[in-house]
């Protein structure tokens, strides 16, 4: 049977389905583009949901992100994070945040500071933004508050007491519980089937059955991420009040619900307000003709091509498949666009694993100019209607730096403009 092609056009065509992907698809339709989004599965799972601006420097943990990114734009000019102002920044974290609340999934407000968000085995990671379902747990720390935390029999991953032990000296009020979880007993069991299971009245009812004997008083429980997959900030509620106690999550290991909420969401919620969204195709090939820019798509049933007018491209490192190597050197699997990187693989790492400098492969990327481009041979543009985004690109080492959502929200941010003002938009950037 011969195979169908469905054709497509679009003023901007963004390329991935992580973070930084839904976050150009995001700022893009604020702006009135009009917007076409493709791409595999991304790498949105494998977060806790904090959305972090720039956690450390120089090896310091940062109390203050905004003097922070003052000094890496003095000491890492080439930074990412450097090629826009605070106030640009400020801006796309505003809207960025205020969209996902609107979307469905609440989150706190950035401000000046940085909050000191909490990890599954009892450590703290400086973030700028945090779901509300995990707000509770930063107060109830700061207060000293008597606290429940909780795990379950067949949850890898997530140990109370592990949580008890490491924070014990700077929070004495911390207690534990292990309990089973109604309906998955005397099994493994995962997080994601969890968060679903309590989207139902009867299992929210079973589990608040089981937290009320082992309060003792607590004023605050803390449970693993598992408070529903698309209502969160619902089911918090709910679960508070049949308890009698506020509630809080902390993230899981990967894959973890957060990160899966929040891309069963765009998915969900992004069409509605304008996005042509195909997340289960991948693009095959990228030609840059003098009318536009065409994409190639293969389905299983039929094949897709789009001819827009600039490209975003947001495929994100190894993991999405955004660079790959052979024996001899990193390379952008899909343009072949150039890549920063050491001169040869001996001087991919450091030899000692915990450097505290870090490993040469983590800050090699795709090197672009102030307007979000890559840059190509004889450092000018690819070509004008390319841009770049997310942890693809070059100079920053987002894990160490505690900056992978700044990266790719701050990076969206300005390659939708950089792109818009390509196109020439005249339209205002975000509504009055």
Not at 65 to 71: E, F, I, K, S, Y
Not at 104 to 132: D, E, F, Q
Not at 282 to 298: A, D, I, Q, Y
Not at 352 to 363: A, Q
């Amino acid at each position: 049977m011969k195979r169908q092609t469905r054709r497509m056009t679009t003023q901007l065509a963004v390329i991935g389905t992580g973070l930084a992907g839904f976050a150009a698809s995001i700022f893009a339709l604020k702006r009135g583009l009009d917007v076409a989004q493709f791409g595999h599965a991304g790498a949105i799972a494998y977060t806790t949901g904090y959305l972090d601006l720039l956690g450390v420097h120089e090896q310091q943990i940062l109390d203050d992100p905004w003097a922070g990114l003052d000094n890496l734009r003095r000491n890492q000019p080439q930074h990412p994070l450097g090629l826009l102002s605070n106030l640009d920044i400020r801006t796309a974290f505003d809207c960025f945040t205020t969209s996902l609340s609107e979307m469905g999934i609440g989150y706190s407000s950035p401000s000046n500071r940085n909050l000191p968000a909490l990890l599954p085995y009892g450590v703290t990671k400086p973030t700028l933004s945090v779901p509300n379902t995990m707000a509770s747990g930063i107060e109830a720390r700061r207060s000293g508050a008597k606290t429940l935390i909780v795990d379950f029999e067949g949850l890898q991953g997530f140990s109370a007491r592990e949580f008890q032990v490491n924070f014990g000296t700077s929070w004495p009020g911390l207690a534990t519980a292990s309990l089973r979880f109604p309906g998955m007993e005397d099994r493994q069991i995962f997080p994601e089937v969890m968060a679903r299971s309590l989207e139902t009245r009867e299992a929210q009812e079973k589990l608040a059955s089981l937290l009320r004997p082992v309060l003792n008083g607590a004023e605050y429980v803390g449970l693993p991420a598992i408070l529903g997959m698309h209502a969160p900030d619902a089911t918090l509620a709910k679960m508070e009040r049949l308890i009698g106690a506020k509630l809080f999550e902390i993230p899981t290991i990967p894959p973890a619900v957060p990160g899966i909420r929040l891309r069963e969401m765009f998915e969900r919620e992004l069409p509605g307000r304008g996005l042509k969204l195909e997340p289960q195709l991948k693009v095959s090939n990228v030609e840059f003709r003098k009318s536009g820019v065409t994409l190639f798509l293969r389905g299983a049933m039929e094949d897709l091509e789009i001819e827009a007018q600039a490209l975003i491209l947001a495929t994100g490192r190894f993991l999405s498949g955004g660079l790959g190597s052979d024996r001899y050197q990193l390379v952008e699997t899909l343009l072949g666009l150039p890549i920063s990187q050491p001169e040869n693989r001996e001087n991919w790492y450091r030899q000692d694993y915990l450097d505290p400098r870090g490993h040469p492969i983590n800050r090699a990327g795709v090197e672009i100019d102030k307007s979000f481009r890559p840059i190509g041979p004889g450092s000018k543009p690819f070509d004008e209607r390319l841009f770049v985004s997310g942890a693809i690109l070059a100079h920053q080492d987002w894990a160490r730096q505690r900056c992978g959502a700044g990266i790719a929200i701050t990076s969206a941010y300005g390659a939708v403009m950089a792109a818009s003002d390509h196109m020439g938009s005249a339209a205002k950037f975000f509504p009055p």
